[in-house]
């Protein structure tokens, strides 16, 4: 089992559409998760952070199921510039991170 | 505010030359550092990650090194390339818990 796993799509939705993508994980003592977004052949940007109790902003939402181990990222009302990889991390030590293969998503107008 | 650059951003080799990519970074001192690469379509590979100068900790075996000479830069080099070193290789810094990434080089091997 892969120690972080993702859905590599790609997701085709319609633009406004409402988008779901879910990420689990294996180290059952990762205590940092993190959603990043990467555009075609640039580095990865961090979209948020997502936190035990739920976060949002603006129009994404992140959630984290510990006892699961699942984390999910939710964009509602989809643009045309939401198009990207999307990339789940989790905290593996102090140090290292362990990343996705990320899904892809292309919003369709 | 911090920024992390690395060059060049593309670079095209040949089989068997060497290879020298640098990163620096500018806002904090001692960060971790670190060096991935992604190969086309595929998700980030930890190569090297650093906490300070001089130390150096490898995650996967081959034809690559890292050194750390000094503390805002972070150096990945290779004796002879592969064809199968060919990607995206990207420098990134750790700050409260997330990782900040430059711009990337990416690295065609012929």
């Known amino acids: 089992r892969k120690e972080v796993e993702q859905d590599p799509g790609p997701f085709n939705v319609p633009e406004g559409a409402t988008v779901a993508f879910n990420c689990t994980y294996s180290n059952s003592a990762s205590q940092s998760f993190f959603w990043y977004r990467q555009d075609c052949r640039k580095e990865p940007k961090l979209l948020m952070s997502v936190y035990s109790s739920g976060n949002e902003d603006g129009r994404f939402t992140a959630q984290l199921n510990r006892a699961s181990q699942y984390i999910s990222l939710l964009i509602r009302d989809s643009k045309l510039s939401d198009s990207a990889t999307y990339l789940c991390?989790?905290?593996?030590?102090?140090?290292?991170?362990?990343w996705g293969a990320g899904t892809k998503l292309i919003i369709k107008p | 505010s911090q920024t992390i650059h690395q060059w060049p951003a593309t670079l095209v080799q040949p089989v068997g030359s060497p290879l020298s990519l640098e990163c620096t970074v500018e806002?904090?001192?001692?960060?971790?550092l670190y060096w991935y690469r992604q190969a086309a379509g595929r998700g980030l590979q930890l190569l090297f990650y650093?906490?300070?100068?001089?130390?150096i900790s490898s995650e996967v075996p081959q034809n690559l090194s890292a050194s750390r000479p000094q503390d805002r830069q972070f150096i990945l080099s290779s004796k002879k390339l592969l064809l199968s070193d060919s990607g995206f290789y990207l420098c990134?810094?750790?700050?409260?818990?997330?990782?900040?990434f430059g711009p990337g080089t990416r690295l065609t091997v012929l």
């Open positions: 650093s906490v300070g100068i001089g130390q």
């Open positions: 990134a810094w750790r700050g409260n818990g997330e990782q900040f």
């Open positions: 991390v989790v905290t593996a030590s102090n140090y290292q991170l362990i």
């Open positions: 806002g904090t001192s001692n960060p971790n």
